[in-house]
């Protein structure tokens, strides 16, 4: 069989079967299967690491994207994560392969994208590795993050009646990809520069997560980058629980909706499933929905964790599965 | 400015220059310039991250070297920058690009063999991450150890008298790659089997680099992954001291010496130059280098710190300098 056919999600877990991959417990407080794998941290402090490889002509079209861009969404991707614990992150290490004909000038402003990036959000670039490839460009970045132990935020808490919160707007990056691939990025960028924007250079949740957490009602947490239809299931699957999202509640842009008219498509089916937002996924307690929301800032309430399948619900009442995000090897 | 003109060394340092790469202090104990990054850690220990890129075509071709050995290597690699610092594995994460067509057999072994070096050396993968790639095929790896503060090995202690030693034998890992060139990877392995190995399973020295610490009388420590024309420098550089090299002492297995024939080479300069293998470099007290020497098993003086420049002594009583090994985009 190929990878193609069997995806991501049904390879990891045959590998896992085979016993390639370390299980919590003995040391790892968290394994494979969150947003960030959990490790005793100095100080009490439980360290959090996440890797994410961004690679040329899957991740990204050189044409479409400035270096100084395509090193800022390397590692927001990555510090998106640890977000998504509930931590804040602490050092980055880019593991870099570049064409040897690259000039130099534009691996400054990778640099600099990279760098600024982590300093946004409290990170530094600790170490890393350069090499040459013959290929495509191939960017893997590993974040380092910290998080009090009694703060640490996991896909596996939600409970039957918790309502589900998205920070910010859902479909914005897609529909900032669609536009770049029809448009070209001169045109994209003119017609719609925050799409475009919010598909270069997402801005990761790290200050609405940690103020979320704070409040001490979310039970369940992970960051969207493969898209609501892709990801809620997978806290779902994390939490044993099913959902209903209510889809005229999603958190459209209004740009969003100019945009979906001139691509000819469907606002609501962005927000669902477009990947990369890089917002947060909650399941937060029904009595302190508005605590949160006071909390994080522009934060929407989109449905509720029942016990069953997961569902979206249209505004005539009739109910259909969630379209699905991103998968990988499967294009 | 072309990449492939500036070279990796310099590169690193343009980069740190313009301030994009954390200094050591303030949270950092160690930054870059070292095998490893060195952070504070659980329970008074000390954490070592190190990450390296493998990519096919750059540093391996498919036909030469099995799934189950890419596994390993990849692994191995990372693994021995945590034994140079001194330091013990603890845990791997792989971030992974593979073409979508790769059959998912080749993908068990290629984990199998990551897991088991690995285990063998008291790692575990604790996460990672899956991509899809249009081109070349990707490896990054991102190893995590720890180390006794009191045990930690840098480049930076070499002193003045101290003596230099290579653990096992040098150049077998680049005759190997040679032979494969030369005689295809089915002639090649029944020829010279243990020199392929080497060259497609390499053994980090963990336990030898363990007991070398254990002596306290290891002043600077690097694992040779660029050869020793090329790393020795690095260590010269790091501790502000020169080296004086004894070609007649370097250690070269029988088999390098039959292969060195049969590939129209010579067998000193493939040890001097030769990569990948893996094998430590250390700066020990002269007065220590039997206790070394018996701690650490197989482990051989090859010359002398000195102050100064870093040259080659043949046999002869002529000094020539020594060659230089790997470099990054200047291929």
Redesign the interface.
Known sequence: ????E?G?EA??K??AE?????KSGS??IV??GDD??V?????GMY?L?????L?????YLPEWITPYELGWKCVAVSISDIAAMGGLP??T?P???????????S??EL??G??ECARRFGS?????????????D?F?I?Q?GQVEPDKIMLRSGAKIGDRILVTGHLGDSRSGLELLLKYGTEEARRKFAHLVESHVIPMPRVQEARAAVGTGAVHAMMDLSDGLGADLPKLCKASGVGAVIYADKLPISDELRRAADMLDMDATQLAASGGEDFELLMAVDPAAVDSVILACGSTTEIGEIVDGVIQMSLSDGTRQSLTSGWE????
């Not at 490790?39 to 100080?43: A, R, T």
């Not at 990988?328 to 294009?331: G, I, W």
């Open positions: 069989m190929k990878l193609s069997l991501e390879l990891i045959r590998l085979q016993g390639f991959i370390a040391g790892l394994g494979i960030a794998a490790l005793p941290g100095p100080d360290t690491v996440t890797t994410d490889m690679t040329e002509r899957i991740d602490t050092w290490f593991s870099i392969g570049l064409k040897p004909d690259t000039e130099v000038e691996v400054d640099y600099r990279m760098a530094e670039i600790a170490g890393g590795d350069t090499n040459s490839v013959k290929g495509d191939t893997s590993t380092l990988h090897f499967a294009q």
